[in-house]
């Protein structure tokens, strides 16, 4: 690898092919990207994913569908219950459950917590790629209250396994309400914090203003979707096309950018922690004791047949095709990632661009690489 | 030059690296303790009192480490890098005083001579960027070389500004014309550019494009480990030192503003103090900088340098020449410069392609939209 | 024991296989050529103490346990308070924390990884994953630990392990590097007096 | 499936339009319309994939913009591709399934339809070994370039947990 491999025996230059992970400090994980730079240009991106492949949907086969959710858990590994919530719904789907208001009220209120936990991770990590380090500590203070709120409720910061089929594992501890509503209160504060840190600085709008905008065709054509679609200026959120749950009882917004820049596929992430906020107020008021858990047998055999579910990711469209053959374990189940979608649109989103903006282009579209590879 | 005066100087020398190379480490963990501050953490608190042993430490470490030396790199050029890097850190020194007496060589045309070694690191920067034959090296050194060189314009025209005004390139004679008045206050422009095109000098945010880790992972310095490592990055942190001094003796009126009530031993002293003073002030403004800022990217740094800060930086030389020609009082200057310095920052903030307002983000009803699909992409028939 | 049986297998070799024998001592540096044998034993601890205050770790991250590993560096845990720092470069760094599920294809990249960083390394497993497949030991596409591929000093289990349980690892690899200088010590006293007799 | 057509029918108001107005969209008299739980079932033969999906992507009546998902399930002697399809003007949906025999996995690919299949397409490939015609690069996506085998398949073995 001589430098002057690059310099052709005319004088004039070539392109030079650099090679962007897998390790590497902002590829968020272990993804890979072949760049083909003129100078500080990019002529032309290769993502190479798979760094992560861990077979997990061979796996699920393997196990029975209550074991399942460890896995699912496993695969969006910053927003642990959405995934879960996923998978659980497509179960009950097959399974025709009614589940219990109480434990879709606290299935609710913890999967947006979780939205928020996910876009704080995405706040700081994306300051970090634009190249602020204090907002990274900021994001991470706020995460830690959310999963401290977590592991009260569910045993566990990050791996959960509390989302269950038919319900929830149990109701909520005692203080769960009081804590909840300091949480709530805290974070309304730290949003605003975060906001006045990084979105209105000069070189961050610098940074992200007017970079790889993305038109609707597009973001449609490759199958993104999330706050990546939103930002480009289509009003879909799977809450909205296909509600599912409680979402119905709410009254939300939800974020449109009129761009599809950078900076709005940032923006529209922190309205959207203020829109779960306002959310999880309206269900903590309209929250009632009751059961959490459907009747149903211990051993989930559910009927011959398929379904396919989505639901609303901090990600976009996280979808569950599950095919059952009436035994204990699954037949089939395939992850629509939402993350491996909207990592197909990179290629297209990079050319032309420069060195520096790949960075800041990948870490708008807030990927997670347990999901992308599963 | 007698025997004697070269032991003295031999021995100057040495004191004043030995000083420099003591500071620069203790520079290395007041950085971690600033920065903790900033971002509601403690920094380091285990090695010695709150830390204090840690960089003591970090150079122990980094000296009985393996000196890796890559297989494909050119290895004369490799090796001597880390010199070309730190050599003109630390010349740069000679004639920096920390008060009227205590400096290596007051020179007369001092000011000239920073100029001059100033640009020598960007030698040691792309030689190491060439010869780690990295690609990631490679990188950083040209940008390393187009960002040092541009900024060197500004960086100059600052310095002649503050020569203008104390008719000389002598240190210590601007140092001493300041006594009445800092040159901050005459000139609050002139510092701006000097802390701008300094900051781009030193490679520190906003202007870390050529090590920016988050994009060329350490940029020339990548493939660098061990004591060659630690070598480059005392230099770093001896040119940031060298730039506080500078501004500190430029703008700030180094030891002789405000001046002292004291005479004899007392005021050498206390002057001394108050001049490190001076230049921990400055380092922590550039420590606070680099605890919020973004990076900018390659382009935007040569614009700003090319189109707001070279044609700033003839403004302000030549306002403060007709000033100095007509002899007129100093405060003319100060509002001229506080006047062009609005201007600029509403430009700036008034930038044309860059909306600043959050209204490109509308927020739309739920309940509303779930009713109405958008006819085409980009409707919005609701609220 | 049966390890891995298929051809990555073979990714282990080519590393130092006296490591066994060696009983995980650092190897030798230059300045125990340099400096008289009783200097050194002395010097080799003032090292010891040095290096295990300022244990640089490489940044990077594979799966679910990076969010604690960073979560680890943030303002709550703050392991910036024992000096760990991370570097994004493998050329400055002195530990790699393995923090996730390593399949196959990142093996490659691992081993090479692991052989850019200088010496004296360490390797910290963190995680399930990292250790022994975790809850991947029946996948076809992920290295049942990364011990198939480089030495681990320090395994930290836990899926994931909470940052506290990494602080506890780290801890632990402090120790272990004061308490191998100080074997080291012995050894080479012992060496000198052999020599001498 | 037949258990499956005897449950109660949930399809939602803009999917029963569409069940009304695609045959004589499609114009394919031997095609079977069926539902499953709430979504429209067709299934389709190999060689009229790429047609139709052209056919449903372009009409201004279906508009299917979004290619949700595309998965393979493996039934031994049979591979089933399902093409998840979602319109976001019209807001209905549908699933195409297609049936391939295990022996011969060949099916032409819709990536110049929809740009979202072509990694969907890759990883159906390199996990299940179905070969798409004409696409761009059909090369494995996830597994490494030497790996032997296609692990999604039921045939292929997993590992037996072994205690030591």
Redesign the interface.
């Given at each position: 690898m001589k430098i002057s491999e690059n310099i052709n025996e005319s004088g004039s230059t070539v392109d030079m092919l650099i090679n962007m992970g897998p390790q590497h400090p902002s590829t968020h994980g272990v993804f890979r990207l072949v760049l083909q730079l003129d100078g500080e240009l990019i002529v032309d991106a290769e993502p190479h994913i798979g760094y992560l492949h861990r077979g997990s949907e061979k796996l699920c086969e393997t196990e029975s569908y209550s074991q399942v959710v460890t896995l699912f858990d496993r695969l969006d590994y910053v927003a642990n219950l959405n995934s879960e919530l996923a998978y659980c719904m497509a179960v009950e789907k097959l399974l025709e459950l009614q589940i219990p208001d109480r434990a879709w009220y606290i299935r609710t209120i913890l999967c947006e917590l979780n939205r928020i936990s996910s876009h704080m991770l995405f706040y700081g990590v994306y300051g970090l790629d634009v190249g602020a380090m204090t907002p990274v500590l900021y994001g991470f203070r706020e995460r830690e209250r959310i999963q401290s709120l977590f592991e009260q409720v569910t045993g566990a910061r990050m791996m959960h396994n509390y989302i269950r089929i038919g319900g929830v594992k149990e109701d909520t501890p005692p203080e769960f309400n009081e804590n909840l509503h300091a949480v709530v209160l805290e974070l309304e504060k730290a949003i605003e914090e975060c906001d006045e840190l990084l979105t209105q600085n000069e070189a961050f709008l610098a940074r992200t203003k007017n970079i790889s905008c993305l038109t609707i065709e597009d973001a449609i054509d490759f199958g993104v979707t999330g706050p990546i679609l939103r930002s480009t200026g289509l009003v879909e959120d799977v809450r909205i096309s296909e509600p599912y749950g409680i979402y119905d009882r709410f009254d939300f917004g939800i974020p449109i950018g009129s761009t599809g820049d950078c900076w709005d596929r940032y923006y529209i992430r922190m309205q959207e922690m203020r829109e779960s906020l306002s959310i999880i107020k309206q269900a903590i008021k309209q929250m009632e004791p009751g059961e959490v858990q459907a009747k149903m047998r211990r051993i989930v055999r559910p009927p011959k047949g398929e379904c396919f579910v989505r639901t609303e990711s901090p990600r976009g469209d996280l979808g569950v095709f599950l095919v059952s053959d009436g035994s204990q374990n699954p037949y089939r189940v395939k992850v629509r990632a939402p993350s491996f979608a909207n990592l197909q649109a990179i290629k297209h989103m990079l050319e032309g661009v420069y060195v520096a903006d790949a960075v800041v282009i990948l870490g708008s579209l807030d990927i997670v690489l347990g999901e992308v590879d599963r | 030059m007698t025997w004697e005066a070269i032991g003295w100087y031999v021995i100057g020398a040495f004191g004043l690296f030995i000083f420099l190379s003591i500071t620069v480490m203790f520079l290395t963990w007041i950085e971690?303790k600033f920065?903790?501050r900033?971002?509601?953490?403690?920094?380091?608190?285990?090695?010695g009192p709150h830390?204090t042993?840690?960089p003591?430490?970090?150079?122990?470490?980094l000296i009985?480490?393996?000196?890796?030396l890559p297989s494909?790199t050119d290895k004369p050029i490799y090796w001597l890098a880390p010199l070309a890097i730190f050599i003109p850190a630390i010349a740069i020194w000679v004639t920096i005083p920390f008060s009227e007496t205590l400096v290596l060589q007051n020179l007369d045309l001092g000011l000239l001579y920073i100029a001059a070694i100033s640009v020598l690191s960007v030698l040691g920067l792309v030689m190491a960027g060439?010869g780690s034959?990295n690609?990631?090296s490679?990188?950083g050194g040209l940008?390393a070389v187009g960002q040092l060189i541009s900024y060197e314009i500004p960086f100059i025209m600052a310095i002649l500004g503050v020569a203008i005004l104390s008719q000389s390139l002598s240190l210590i004679d601007i140092v001493n014309d300041q006594s009445a008045i800092a040159n901050i206050i005459v000139q609050p422009l002139g510092f701006l550019i000097f802390l701008a095109a300094g900051l781009a000098e030193l490679g520190r945010?906003?202007f870390?494009?050529h090590h920016?880790?988050?994009?060329?992972?350490?940029g020339p310095?990548?493939?660098?480990?061990?004591a060659h490592?630690a070598i480059i990055q005392l230099a770093e942190y001896v040119n940031t030192f060298a730039i506080a001094a500078l501004i500190a003796i430029l703008f700030l009126g180094g030891w002789s503003w405000p001046s002292m009530p004291f005479t004899g031993i007392t005021n050498d002293f206390l002057s001394l103090v108050w001049f490190l003073i001076k230049i921990y002030a400055v380092i922590l403004l550039i420590f606070w900088i680099?605890?919020?800022?973004?990076?900018?990217?390659?382009?935007?740094l040569m614009s700003f340098g090319w189109k707001v800060l070279v044609p700033v930086s003839f403004i302000n030389i030549v306002f403060t020449a007709i000033i100095r020609f007509y002899n007129l009082h100093w405060s003319i200057l100060t509002v001229i410069s506080l006047i062009s310095i609005g201007i600029i920052f509403y430009l700036?903030?008034k930038t044309p392609?860059?909306?600043?307002k959050?209204d490109?983000?509308?927020?739309?009803?739920?309940?509303d939209?779930?009713n109405n699909?958008?006819?085409?992409?980009?409707?919005?028939n609701?609220r | 024991m049966e390890m891995n049986q298929d051809k990555y297998s073979d990714l282990t070799k080519g590393y130092d296989q006296d490591s066994d024998k060696r009983g995980n001592i650092p190897a030798e540096s230059v300045f125990e050529e340099v400096l008289p044998n009783v200097i050194a034993a002395k010097s080799n601890e003032l090292f010891a103490l040095a290096r295990k205050s300022s244990l640089w770790t490489l940044s990077f991250g594979l799966a679910c346990c990076a969010i604690e590993m960073m979560s680890a560096h943030m303002s709550h845990h703050d392991i910036d308070r024992f000096g760990i720092v991370t570097w994004p470069s493998p050329r400055q760094s002195d530990v790699m924390i393995v923090a996730g599920t390593v399949v196959k294809k990142m093996a490659d990249p691992i081993k090479r990884l692991y052989e850019q960083m200088p010496e004296p390394k360490w390797v910290i497993a963190m995680g399930a994953c990292a250790t022994n497949g975790g809850p991947y030991y029946r996948s076809y596409s992920v290295v049942m630990g990364v011990d198939h591929l480089i030495p681990v000093d320090v395994y930290v289990p836990g899926c994931p392990p909470r940052p506290e349980a990494l602080m506890y690892g780290i801890m632990e690899l402090q120790d272990k590097i004061s308490s191998d200088a100080k074997n080291r010590a012995n050894l080479i006293s012992k060496k000198h007096l052999n020599n001498e007799n | 499936m037949e258990d499956q057509a005897n449950k109660t029918t949930a399809l939602n108001a803009a999917s029963q339009k569409l069940l009304g107005i695609l045959p004589s969209i499609l114009n394919q008299p031997t095609l079977q319309y069926r539902t499953n739980i709430d979504e429209l079932t067709v299934n389709l033969p190999g060689d009229l994939v790429h047609t139709i999906c052209k056919i449903l992507k372009t009409h201004t009546d279906t508009a299917f913009d979004y290619l949700t998902c595309l998965s393979v399930v493996d039934y031994e002697d049979i591979l089933e591709i399902n093409y998840h399809l979602f319109s976001y003007t019209k807001r209905h949906k549908m699933v195409l399934k297609c049936e391939l025999k295990s022996t011969d996995p060949t099916i032409s690919s819709i990536s110049n339809i929809w740009r979202a299949a072509n990694w969907f397409e890759r990883e159906a490939h390199d996990l299940f070994g179905v070969l798409f015609e004409d696409h761009p690069s059909l090369d494995r996506l996830l597994l490494p370039d030497d790996f032997e085998g296609n692990p999604g398949l039921k045939s292929y073995p997993l590992h037996e947990y072994k205690e030591w």
């Open positions: - | 971690r920065l903790a900033i971002q509601q953490r403690m920094g380091p608190m285990r090695v830390g042993l840690q003591i430490a970090d150079v122990i470490k009985t480490k393996e000196d890796i494909w060439w034959a690609k990631y490679m990188l940008r945010t906003p870390d494009i920016a880790e988050s994009e060329v992972v350490g310095f990548v493939e660098y480990s061990g490592w680099r605890g919020t800022f973004p990076r900018l990217r390659i382009d935007q700036i903030y392609q860059k909306s600043r959050k490109s983000i509308r927020i739309i009803s739920a309940k939209a779930v699909p958008p006819k085409n992409y980009g409707d919005i609701v | - | -």
